[in-house]
């Protein structure tokens, strides 16, 4: 009963405001009306309330748990601000405009780039609530920080990429490893949010300026990019025809395979296991290409036979333990 009462205290408020702080959820159950004084029991009534859809609240920051959303669509058109292309086509209309406010290079490399800077962002979010609109969009992942030449930090949206027509020639002598997902659904926008892991990986906090500064800059597509986790080890990842159903990962330096290998294996799988809408009893089926034959060869089949660059003995005794470690840095704040 308590419950119901704080919900429609909560409801209330959305007559005045978009969302609450969570100090104000805590004085709306404290108050005598409703009368919940624990914390935790606060807690769960939120965590229910937003499962259920009725209102929005994550806690893996403490910018989002101290803001509970209580008008969802505020949110949705806040995101959209950003991330639809009509947005940006919008936006370009009005250069002049973004010249005089000092914002037209942020403009021009969010379009060229698909890179945001804070100052555009808060432009366009008018200042409002900044840092936690921020921490949504690396949650959901429709966002991932990246400051390559940028003097300041700046905010990959994948959203915003181009389409890539024609993926280079060089991948025909690549290896490939393929994820086909023809038995596991995965939800709509799952291959920018994998390049955004990617990203994250490549770019990691750790990593000094100048560690990231020796990377090759990445060519990102809305279906196609190529990402160098450490110098050498270089990665492409093409999505099917706009599909889907199958992503195939290229290694150009078969010395890097494994390595590649272990890490685009770890961020897939649990990418599907942390987003809802892409969980499946069945996992996607991982092919191997067999380097003196060219022909694919499922993962389990491969690993049986070590086959050659992808596993050793060693790379199968570790694997576990590894996959683990990268999916705890990567994945906790999903």
Known sequence: MKWVLL????LLKKEETNFLTMLEAKEIGASEKVGIKNTAVLDDALKFFSNSGIIVHF????????LIVIQPDWLIFSIGK???KSSLDMYCEFRKKFENLGLLEDLNTLQTKAVATRDFLEYIWEKEEIDFLIDVMKHTLLLSEFERDLD???YLIPNLLPLCKRTPDT?????RCVFNFSSAFVSPGFFPRLMCLCINYAYAPSKTRNAKLLLKEPKLFKNFCSIEFEPGCLVHLREKNGSLQEITMFVGDKKFARKCLMILHSIVINLCNHLPSSRSINSPSILLEDESTGNLINHD?????????WFDQDYIAVRKGSRNRIS???LDGI
């Open 59 to 66: 806690d893996s920051t403490e910018a989002l748990k101290n």
């Open 152 to 154: 300041e930090r700046g």
């Open 328 to 330: 705890k840095r990567f």
């Open 171 to 175: 991948l025909t002598s690549a290896l």
């Open 82 to 84: 950003v991330t639809l």
């Open 7 to 10: 919900l429609d205290e909560i």
């Open 301 to 309: 089949e491969a690993k049986k036979i070590s086959l050659e660059p």
